[in-house]
């Protein structure tokens, strides 16, 4: 059938994250050897589905074989299964960069974190798709020969390699269009060499492809004892697209299978929903979340994983309109009646269809992921680890959706000192103390940092609940969500709190008395700090430790210029303010410094007070000498 020229083949090498990929995957995904087949019939149907689409502007890339179709061969002789399609094909240059290479952005971070322990691999392996290399896990030697539509019968390309470093191309001849791949069976895995077999895996993975999967029918032969094929094609799979069927004529099973084989998912998903919307503007949506983040998914830039047919026609599959980007970890298919065939990304942009179908996408998975929280807690706890920090985008994105995302989310908190976030908004609300109006919060770099800081004491102290955040995008979340349910979010290290939620009549007279007899300390304290601090004064909110640092309520907090500056982003120098606890021993002490050492102690006041609220010294070197000092004199 195909006839390779009078020509020497090139040898290349397979860049070298594949050769790293191809061993590790080789090695790990050994026992889920089956999923070779899903991965080549998945691209074969989509190599029809690209054809298909080209075809509607060049129709002339059909020739005359208009029958789209995947074609599934054995030789248990030769040890040979072969994946025939008549989709779009590759050209030499195509088939060099898409099968020596392997082009998605942060492969090589991606192959640092495997461990080699099969498991774990496995798992990562899957999220990262593993696509034409699972051949590998099986063969130890394929051939790809592909004509791309369009293009003359002799310039096909042959590549052929047995997954160990090196590939070879060379020009050859080929009648048909699209794409052979020859698999020459490992000895292992004799068993996948028989049409039985090989059916049960086309029924299991591949059951909902949309073209059909042919396969040469067998019949039985009493003669030999054994099925013997015939040369007339039966079909093996159900062959229309599942989104198209009634959702009653669909098993779980079939879901799965479906969204594994389609997005390259080694596991089965968390959740999905299946609508069909008819009215004036009539489309199918089947839309899943995932039970892991995909590998890149903190890549803003990625695209969306949304599928989008017109009228069961493949269109595209990276359009940004169809999700907003808070969502998109969501995967899934939208299938249009109404959106034009001809469609560009442009046209998609101005879509009224498109923006109605975005929003009513956005409300399917909103109401899944409400649901899940209500009645699936389980599950919304691993949904929430995977994708909470993603979801909090939507409070600065998606303002009209903000209430409902708000409602979803989930914080640490020391009503439970978990660092497990589990807590809601609601749940908080739910315990809060009489006549208390505002929620409050801790911003810090890491659990840890925030439930050992000095400024929950008073909390603590007065069973107020406060909600520990730690997560990069809290600030800038928070930024955008001011309040909850008519009660303010208020961050306990800034210099806002309602000072009668933590103190009654008698403590606030007392703090005013403090402020009053420590004023000459007060005022010392700040002739030594000023280049320091804005401020020196008494704390409402200390109960153990010395002092704290707050900063005004419009400042940025320590914990947001950190990682402003981490970020290499300049942030304004603003100063903070030292609250001091009246009623620490260390106040008492410094009334009997004497003025040549009052300096050092004042900043090591300050020092530790900055540390302890979780923050970084410019100068360490310095505190260290300042502490050493106050050591050896008080000898
Ligand atoms: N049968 C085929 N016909 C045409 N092109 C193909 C075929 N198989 C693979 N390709 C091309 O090779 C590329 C790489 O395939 P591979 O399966 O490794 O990754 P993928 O399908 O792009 O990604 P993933 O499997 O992670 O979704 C495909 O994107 C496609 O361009």
């Given amino acids: 059938m195909n006839k390779v020229k009078n020509q020497e083949p090139e040898t290349m090498n397979f860049q070298a994250e594949v050769k790293q990929l191809l061993h590790l995957m080789i090695h790990s995904l050994y026992s889920n050897k089956e999923i070779f087949l899903r991965e080549l019939i998945s691209n074969a149907s989509d190599a029809c589905d690209k054809l298909r689409f080209e075809a509607i502007d060049k129709p002339e890339l059909l020739e005359d074989d208009h029958n789209l179709s995947i074609k599934i061969f054995y030789d248990s002789n030769l040890r040979t299964i072969s994946i025939v399609d008549n989709g779009i094909g590759m050209s030499a240059k195509e088939i060099v ?45 394929v051939k790809v020969i592909s004509r791309h ?56 993975y591949s059951d909902h492809i949309s073209l059909p999967i042919l396969m040469f029918k067998e019949e039985w032969d009493d003669k030999t004892g054994n099925h013997i094929k015939t040369s007339d094609f039966e079909v093996i ?88 980007r808070y969502l998109r970890f969501v995967r899934g298919i939208i299938d249009s009646s109404d959106i034009d065939l001809n469609v560009s990304r442009e046209i998609l942009q ?39 920090q993603i979801l909090k985008e939507g409070i600065g994105e998606d303002f009209s959706n903000q209430e409902r995302i708000a409602k979803l989310l989930r914080f640490s908190s020391t009503h439970n000192n978990d660092k497990s976030q589990t807590i809601s908004l609601n749940d908080y609300i739910s315990r809060i103390k009489p006549n208390q109006n505002s929620i409050y919060y801790l911003t810090s770099d890491s659990f840890e940092n925030a439930i050992s800081s000095p400024h929950l004491e008073i909390f603590r102290k007065k069973g107020i609940e406060v909600l520990l955040l730690s997560d990069r995008i809290d600030e800038w979340m928070l930024s955008n969500l001011r309040s909850f ?56 909110r200390l109960v153990d430790s010395p002092a704290c640092i707050v900063v005004n309520q419009n400042d940025l907090s320590p914990h947001l210029v950190r990682m402003l500056r981490a970020a290499g982003q300049n942030s304004p120098d603003s100063k903070p303010i030292l609250e001091i606890n009246a009623n620490h021993k260390f106040l008492k002490k410094l009334e009997d410094i004497n003025d040549n050492n009052f300096d050092s102690w004042a ?33």
Avoid at 124 to 133: A, E, K, N, S, T
Avoid at 608 to 635: C, H, M, W, Y
């Fill in 97 to 141: 960069d898409n099968l020596g290479t392997i082009a998605k952005s942060g492969t090589k971070d991606f192959i640092k974190n495997l461990s080699g322990d099969k498991q774990k691999d496995s798992h990562l392996i899957g999220q990262f798709g593993v696509g034409f290399y699972s051949a590998f896990i099986v063969s130890d030697n």
């Fill in 485 to 540: 349910e008519n009660k303010s979010l208020v961050s306990i290290a800034k210099d806002s709190l309602n000072s009668e939620d933590i103190t009654d009549t008698e403590e606030r007279a007392s703090l005013d008395n403090s402020s009053e007899s420590l004023k000459p300390i007060i005022d010392k304290l700040y002739n030594s700090l000023s280049k320091r601090v804005k401020e020196v004064r008494i704390s409402s």
């Fill in 603 to 635: 900043n090591l006041l300050l020092d530790q007070a900055i540390l302890t609220s979780g923050g970084q010294l410019s100068e360490p070197n310095i505190f260290v000498k300042r502490l050493n000092d106050i050591l050896l004199n008080s000898q």
């Fill in 237 to 324: 799979n159900q062959s229309n697209a599942l989104w198209t069927r009634k959702k009653t004529e669909i098993t779980e099973d079939q879901y799965k299978e479906f969204y594994k084989t389609v997005f390259h998912d080694f596991e089965d998903p968390l959740i999905w929903t299946h609508n069909k919307i008819e009215g004036s503007n009539e489309y199918t949506q089947l839309l899943y979340i995932p039970k892991h983040a995909q590998f890149d998914i903190w890549d803003r830039e990625k695209s969306n994983s949304i599928k989008l047919y017109v009228r069961r026609v493949f269109i595209m599959d990276d359009s940004d309109q169809l999700l907003p």
């Fill in 149 to 204: 539509a369009g293009v003359p019968i002799d310039q096909a390309v042959c590549w052929s390699s047995d997954g160990l470093g090196e590939f070879t191309v060379v020009n050859t001849e080929k009648a048909d269009r699209g794409t052979e791949i020859v698999l020459h069976i490992r000895e292992d895995f004799n068993e996948l060499l028989s049409g039985w077999k090989l059916r049960e895996i086309i029924r299991k």
């Fill in 350 to 388: 101005e879509s009224r269809e498109v923006r109605s179908i975005r929003d009513s996408s956005v409300k399917r998975i909103l109401n899944l992921v409400e649901d899940m929280a209500s009645k699936e807690t389980d599950k919304y706890s691993i949904f929430w680890n995977q994708f909470g």
